[in-house]
């Protein structure tokens, strides 16, 4: 059975206080390593998708990185408009389903 | 673009009543799914489909069915309500290639009393 941990579970930061987010995975058949951000009220919007052990993506202050059993999510320098919950999901099956960690709610404050 | 539509947004039902929620996405996507979002949890597949006419059990599909007989469309059905299925539920879409992602809905929040 697929799982997928996140840690920590909530993370407040200073603005411009850079930090981590960590994914470990068991997943049978990796057909992708996923970060998703989510605002209160609103579905899961798409970051990055991560392939192979090694592998990094960028976007703006966010950094994501994998290895073979853990995946990073890096914020550097953050603003308040960061604040969101951080979902992670590997991908698996005929149908590349996702299963998701239960995420870590992220707050920078100003 | 729309994307992926679900409707209705809030709905409160009585244990027992029945209802369907209905998904619509105009990305031409073959791959539709269906999530339940409950807190601590994350999200958990409910049930999948890979194209019209076919649909598939995910990780908790006990008490839900699901028809997709349209390509762009992909609903969720409750037979018989029940407080354990209130949740906020979440439909999203994807193309079967390698390299893309899953599109979500602005989701569904269902209260069974």
């Known amino acids: 059975e697929d799982q997928v941990t996140q840690s920590p579970e909530a993370l407040r930061l200073q603005e411009g206080e850079s930090s981590s987010l960590n994914c470990s995975y068991t997943?049978?058949?990796?057909?992708?390593l996923f970060w998703y951000r989510q605002d209160p009220g609103k579905g899961p919007e798409f970051l990055f998708t991560?392939?192979?052990a090694g592998e990094e993506k960028e976007k703006e202050r966010l950094k994501a990185t994998l290895t073979k059993k853990e995946s990073f999510l890096h914020i550097t320098a953050p603003k308040p408009e960061d604040s969101a919950t951080y979902l992670c999901?590997?991908?698996?099956?005929?149908?590349?389903?996702?299963?998701f960690g239960s995420g870590t709610q992220l707050t920078v404050l100003p | 673009n729309a994307g992926v539509t679900q409707t209705p947004k809030f709905r409160v039902l009585k244990t027992g009543q029945s209802m369907t929620l209905l998904c619509a996405q105009d990305?031409?996507?073959?791959?539709m799914y269906w999530y339940r979002q409950d807190p601590g949890m994350g999200l958990r597949l409910i049930h999948y489909?890979?194209?019209?006419?076919?649909?598939a059990k995910g990780e908790v599909p006990d008490g839900y069915n699901v028809s997709r007989l349209k390509k762009q469309n992909f609903l969720l059905g409750l037979e018989s309500a029940a407080p354990s299925q209130t949740s906020v539920y979440f439909c999203?879409?994807?193309?079967?290639?390698?390299?893309?992602?899953?599109?979500f809905g602005q989701g569904t929040r269902l209260t069974v009393v």
């Open positions: 999203a879409s994807s193309l079967p290639r390698q390299g893309t992602e899953a599109f």
């Open positions: 999901a590997s991908a698996s099956g005929s149908a590349r389903q996702l299963t």
């Open positions: 489909s890979v194209g019209e006419g076919t649909t």
């Open positions: 991560l392939y192979s």
């Open positions: 997943v049978s058949g990796l057909r992708g």
């Open positions: 990305m031409n996507h073959e791959y």
